[in-house]
């Protein structure tokens, strides 16, 4: 066998051939050949001069040519080390770590069969890995993006700018990622969960690549395992309502594969958030329980009732009390400021989704003034005109146009978490409308694509003419969306500063001359310039949405969830500005036909809604609070047709309310908010009816997880939740049905 030539011996027969990374890094990074002189080689001294020559006017040029070269120590193999004793040594290298890899692996293989051979009382056939199926994230609508955004090893270019691309290229894919109504269950399990999987602890990960045991060194040990968080994340992405819109998805799941130490890895509070609110859409972690009965269901501190309940903090609570920690670390010491917001927001839907008031309260207060504090609730050339010590934003300036529109969705996405929690109570908001002086969210497909839109008829905040037109180029169910909101934040205002305006004798809130007044209702705000225009403003609305935006729901299983919450958000408006006000024992009052309008629309809603297979558990919260209101206004007309004796709109009545019950109950198998909604709504149609009107509705215990039918998940589940708030019941769930023979009763409210 010949022997390979030593790099001295090959120096010395072509002495032009340079040793490795003796070029300089010009060249190299050109595919150039480099001559390696000092200061600069020929090659880069001729581009120099190419490059002063045909330079265009106006741009500069450097004096010198960039040419560098790398330090590297020159070394000498030793006379008595040949080529064949460093083989020699280098084999015995490898033979010493392929021991060690064998020796460890074997101690891994001995402590789960001592540790895992049973899982709270459920055998485990094997020690699979954790993996996905073929319909995760690697089949989603946006993997070959992700595939043909980088190389094999996405590693290699720590360099690489994934913010300033834009993916996908055509506005077919973009579409195709946008318009998934009814995502695959990209979260699905296939192979029995993994030990540790159902229990609260964190745990430190013990592999980074679940097929060969590796272990990033800088992997967060507060964080879940590696396999466990891309599942966790896959599922957020897939089910909830808004997370392409906070994060630009194929970066986002492009990143997650970097390296923990990378710039570009997300960010550690935002990967606990999402671990904590994706819980509700997998059976592999645990999430907190369903109300206890003994909890009133409009309990505003729940944590008080922990210690007397002896319950203990599950997968999520963890999850979410290190997110909040991180959060508040990361903001004291002015770092990662707009990703400390990102996983604020995540926050306050998951204290939402979970019916922790308190909570919630807080949690949108915080994003709303940190959106403040980061300059993202306007945008020039609308700014202060006073000198002021302290910069608009505390964030530096967008790099890109993606980066600039995920900023602007943050904020939205905020700002609607805070004004549709703010329904619910009569606290004043956090921000006022008047300091909100942003553009509108662009349309999905061009997020997607990162593209810069003109601001030609591109809407802002403060248009006048924001609820009666909406320009296509620029209008998708998300903009409708934060109209809507809008809307919903303009009508609380009005309720809650009425009073105020008119004590300060503000003109819009006198009754007009030419009105003859009430003697009944003196001083009436329907009166009023500023209730009428708002009440137009309702009517509207709704009535001027574009044709290709205006049924939410298509087909049996297609819903778009932000185009149903915008349609249901002037019913809800329309029964908060007029409930004050009605008279339901009244024929003539106005005020009355309103809400119970207002109600049926909303009914009719549900009737769409669930005439599909669509999972309803997966649409904005928002959508509880409204059908609980609609609930609650024909409870109203139900105990009005009660004393009257009316017959013939008793049963009518009941019938409906029974209908938005078990809608509420539909949605309080997955969601604890729902569940509390539903609770609510029962006893208030058991006190102001009686028992009689409130039959029983069946319903099940929130957050069953989403598996196939007759896998080992679902057992998994059962043992992971320990049997303390969680019955053995066959679940059907539009489609998907997960039987547990232990048991065949259904829990029934009422």
């Known amino acids: 066998m010949p022997k390979v030539p030593s790099e001295g011996s090959a120096s010395k027969e072509n002495p032009n051939v340079l040793k490795r990374n003796q070029a300089c890094h010009q060249c190299r990074r050109r595919k150039l050949y480099s001559d390696a002189k000092r200061p600069a080689c020929s090659t880069c001294v001729r581009s120099h001069a190419h490059a002063v020559n045909h330079a265009p006017a106006g741009v500069d040029i450097p004096p010198r040519p960039e040419c560098t070269y790398d330090e590297i120590p020159e070394t000498t193999v030793s006379a008595s080390e040949g080529p064949k004793s460093r083989y020699e040594r280098l084999e015995n290298r490898i033979n010493e770590l392929e021991a060690l890899l064998r020796q460890k692996d074997q101690q891994e293989a001995d402590q789960n069969v001592a540790g895992s051979s049973y899982l709270g009382g459920l055998p485990v056939n094997g020690h699979q890995p954790f993996r996905q199926s073929a319909s995760s994230s690697d089949a989603s609508d946006w993997s070959g993006v992700r595939s043909s955004m980088v190389g094999p090893d996405i590693a290699t270019y720590p360099d690489y700018n994934f913010a300033a691309q834009a993916y996908p290229t055509s506005d077919a894919t973009a579409s195709a990622y946008l318009n998934h109504l009814r995502p695959p269950f990209e979260a699905r399990i296939d192979s029995a969960s993994p030990t540790g999987f159902g229990t609260p ?98 309990e505003l501190f729940r944590r008080r009732h922990k210690s007397k309940q002896g319950r203990t903090d599950t997968f999520a609570d963890v999850q979410a009390d290190l997110a909040r920690d991180s959060c508040d670390e990361q903001w004291s010491m002015g770092e990662n400021l707009l990703e400390v917001l990102q996983a604020r927001v995540i926050l306050t839907w998951f204290y939402l989704t979970h019916a922790r008031w308190s909570e919630v309260y807080l949690a949108a207060s915080t994003s709303m003034r940190i959106s403040v504090a980061c300059g993202l609730n306007c945008c020039p050339p609308f700014h202060t005109i006073a000198n002021s010590t302290r910069p608009l934003s505390l964030l530096p300036r967008s790099e890109t146009v993606l980066e600039d529109e995920l900023r602007r969705n943050a904020f939205w996405l905020a700002y609607c978490a805070e004004r549709l929690h703010g329904c619910g109570n009569g606290w004043a908001l956090c921000l006022d409308d008047m300091d909100v002086t942003q ?25 006048k003419d924001l609820f009666h037109i909406h320009p296509d180029e620029h209008t998708d169910s998300f903009t409708l969306y934060v109209k809507s909101v809008m809307l919903l934040s303009k009508v609380k205002n009005f309720n809650l500063r009425f009073r105020t305006r008119q004590f300060s004798a503000d003109p819009a809130t006198m009754p007009l001359p030419d009105e003859p007044e009430d003697p009944r209702h003196p001083n009436d705000p329907r009166a009023t310039p500023a209730f009428i225009e708002l009440d137009g403003f309702i009517d509207s609305f709704r009535q001027s949405f574009p044709k290709h935006l205006s049924h939410p729901v298509d087909g049996d299983s297609t819903v778009d969830w932000c185009l149903y919450t915008a349609c249901l958000v002037p019913h809800t408006a329309a029964i908060l500005l007029h409930e004050p006000h009605a008279e339901v024992g009244h024929r003539s009052c106005t005020s009355a036909a309103r809400i119970l309008d207002a109600s049926r629309a909303i009914l009719n809603l549900v009737y769409a809604l669930t005439s599909t297979s669509y999972d309803i558990s997966l649409l904005d919260n928002f959508s509880t609070f409204a059908w609980f209101l609609a609930g609650r206004i024909l409870v109203r007309f139900l105990e009005a047709a009660q004393l009257v004796n009316g017959q013939e709109q008793i049963p009518t009545l009941v019938n409906e309310i029974t209908y938005i019950r078990v809608a509420i109950a539909k949605m309080g198998e997955r969601v604890p908010l729902a569940y509390r909604y539903g609770r609510m709504l029962n006893d208030l149609l058991v006190q102001k009816c009686g028992q009689d009107h409130a039959p029983p509705v069946s319903a099940l215990v929130p957050r069953w997880p989403m598996v196939p039918t007759g896998t080992a998940v679902s057992s998994y589940y059962e043992a992971a939740e320990s049997g303390t708030h969680f019955e053995n019941v066959p679940v059907h769930r539009n489609g998907l049905q997960s039987y547990h023979p232990n048991s065949q009763e259904l829990l029934t409210v009422g």
């Open 201 to 298: 602890n964190t745990g430190s990960p013990t592999s980074g690549n679940d097929s060969h045991g590796l272990v990033w060194s800088s992997w967060s040990p507060k964080l879940p395992k590696p396999d466990l968080v891309r599942h966790l994340v896959d599922a957020f992405f897939s089910f909830h309502p808004h997370a392409s819109r906070l994060f630009h998805a194929p970066t986002f799941m492009t990143s997650l594969s970097l390296p923990p130490g990378h710039v570009k890895f997300p960010n550690v509070a935002i990967l606990h958030s999402i671990c904590a609110l994706a819980s509700l859409y997998t059976a592999a972690v645990t999430s907190p329980p369903r109300l206890n009965p003994e909890e009133p269901p409009d």
């Open 439 to 463: 553009l509108l969210p662009v349309r999905g497909d061009k997020l997607v694509q990162g593209t810069l839109v003109s601001l030609i008829d591109r809407q802002w905040a403060q248009s």
